[in-house]
């Protein structure tokens, strides 16, 4: 079947000499696998492998059979021309690293439009704005939402988080939990927007431990969730 959508990039990888198979997130299906014969040998055809870095939003013509195999591409452009996302050292970092976090979470060829519209909408907020260093953080709670273990908010006024349980509790467990500083810090991004990130000042060793905190949030609720590589190179980046 021919389908026209709007897709995410989340991975590309080499496949044999002149092959790209492409992970993508789309808009009518949800996480689509592509794969692109000879693109990287041609320099005529319509689809150019440049397409394909992480986290770039397209328009796609493709053909979907929908059978568990590898899909087709036959048109491919940019739908939303990212300014300072592949150009600039933090942002780029930050792609690369949500990339990742995005490729390792999402496993489902089924359609959300609520989550597709939230990808789409906070990547061209990160391309547009210059005070991002909370971003990702940001990001990640509010994507956990669409997995559906968003952190209960009852409670809040309990000294611990329990990362397993997704809950503030009164007592610390054998769970991995959040406190001290760092809980104030994590409280303080439930319930704000994007344009609100720049607000929460924290220094950089807060912000690592709270981005291991996510990731592990996302390890605990998630079957088959690896932790991302490109982590160090983010706390790098950021130090």
């Given amino acids: 079947m021919q389908v026209t959508t709007k897709a995410i990039i989340l991975t590309s990888i080499k496949y044999g000499d002149t092959n790209l198979i492409v992970k993508a997130f789309t808009e009518s299906d949800g996480l689509k696998s592509y794969l692109l014969r000879g693109i990287l040998a041609s ?13 770039t939003q397209l328009e796609l013509v493709c053909n979907h059979r929908n059978k568990g195999t590898l899909e087709s591409i036959k048109e491919a452009k940019v739908s939303y021309n990212y300014q300072t996302m592949h150009t600039h050292i933090a942002k780029n970092a930050m792609v690369m690293f949500l990339a990742e976090m995005l490729s390792n979470s999402i496993h489902e060829e089924e359609p959300n439009k609520e989550m ?25 709670l509010v994507l956990t939402k669409y ?41 303080s991004f439930l319930g704000i927007n ?26 605990l609720h998630l079957e088959g969730f690896r932790k991302p590589k490109s982590l160090a190179v983010l706390n790098e980046v950021f130090s």
């Fill in 116 to 140: 597709f519209n939230f990808l789409e909408a906070s990547l061209q907020w990160l391309d547009i704005h210059t005070e991002i260093a909370n971003f990702h953080l940001y990001f990640l």
């Fill in 43 to 55: 320099k005529k055809g319509k689809v150019k492998k440049a397409l394909f870095q992480p986290l």
């Fill in 194 to 219: 994007f344009e609100a990130i720049h607000t929460i000042k924290m220094k950089k060793t807060n912000r690592q431990e709270l981005l291991r905190s996510l990731v592990l949030y996302y390890e």
């Fill in 147 to 187: 997995f559906g273990f968003y952190p209960d908010v009852n409670n809040t006024d309990r000294p611990f988080f329990d990362l397993l349980e997704g809950e503030f509790v009164s007592a610390a467990s054998l769970n991995p939990i959040i406190s001290g500083e760092n809980l104030l810090f994590f409280k």
